[in-house]
């Protein structure tokens, strides 16, 4: 069955600290990726997918991550946090055809002290 | 343009009963999917409705059943209540093309007491 695992549940970080949120699927055929947002009383917000080409896609917030296709890896990276980044991500696998179904790890609530 | 639209934001519910949960999708999305978060479980998919059928269920009781009409717009019911029923309950919406994702509504926090 699909899978995916997020390594970090909870990250404490200061203003101005580097972030990176592992995500490590399972599926062996194509995938599309997604890193998914939650803040506090908001709705899931996309940040970033990647679909094809480019391994490393750039997103909203200077947000980037990396695919890699050997680890079945799509890490999450942020050069430099900010307060306003606090909040729960979440990883999120699209595997299959014809169809959105989305398989989420279990998520990263990001903590960020200014 | 408006967003996923989610009604009730919030419905108290007694063990046994039954509940009926709305979502309007994006204008021009066809698309539409279900997913239960809970603190322990997460979010996990319930499942997605594509042009008024079922294309895709995950891996929950009968009691949770959905269906959407031919204006996209989706509806789900959970039949005979149970405690570990309470959830927040989000719909994404999506055009169903490759290359594009899904967007979520805010969601119905179920209570059942």
């Known amino acids: 069955a699909q899978s995916v695992s997020q390594h970090n549940h909870h990250v404490i970080l200061s203003e101005a600290a580097s972030l990176e949120l592992g995500c490590n699927y399972s599926?062996?055929?194509?995938?599309?990726l997604f890193w998914y947002v939650q803040y506090p009383g908001q709705h899931l917000q996309l940040l970033l997918k990647?679909?094809?080409?480019?391994?490393l896609v750039k997103g909203i917030k200077g947000f980037e991550a990396e695919f890699i296709k050997s680890k079945f890896s799509f890490n999450l990276r942020k050069p430099s946090v900010q307060w306003s980044d606090t909040a729960e991500y979440f990883c999120?696998?699209?595997?299959?055809?014809?169809?959105?179904?989305?398989?989420f790890g279990t998520g990263t609530r990001l903590q960020v002290f200014p | 343009k408006a967003g996923v639209t989610q009604t009730p934001r919030y419905l108290i519910k007694t063990r046994g009963q039954q509940v009926t949960l709305s979502c309007s999708p994006i204008?021009?999305?066809?698309?539409v999917s279900w997913y239960q978060q809970t603190p322990g479980q997460g979010l996990q998919f319930l499942f997605e409705?594509?042009?008024?059928?079922?294309?895709n269920k995950g891996n929950f009781p009968g009691r949770f059943s959905g269906r959407q009409f031919s204006n996209s717009r989706s509806e789900m019911n959970v039949s005979t209540l149970e405690l570990g029923d309470s959830a927040l309950y989000l719909c994404?919406?999506?055009?169903?093309?490759?290359?594009?994702?899904?967007?979520f509504g805010q969601g119905t926090r179920l209570t059942v007491v």
């Open positions: 994404a919406s999506s055009l169903a093309m490759r290359g594009t994702e899904a967007f």
């Open positions: 599926y062996g055929g194509t995938v599309n």
């Open positions: 990647y679909f094809s080409g480019d391994p």
């Open positions: 999120a696998v699209n595997a299959g055809r014809n169809t959105d179904k989305l398989i």
């Open positions: 204008s021009g999305h066809r698309s």
């Open positions: 409705y594509f042009s008024e059928t079922q294309r």
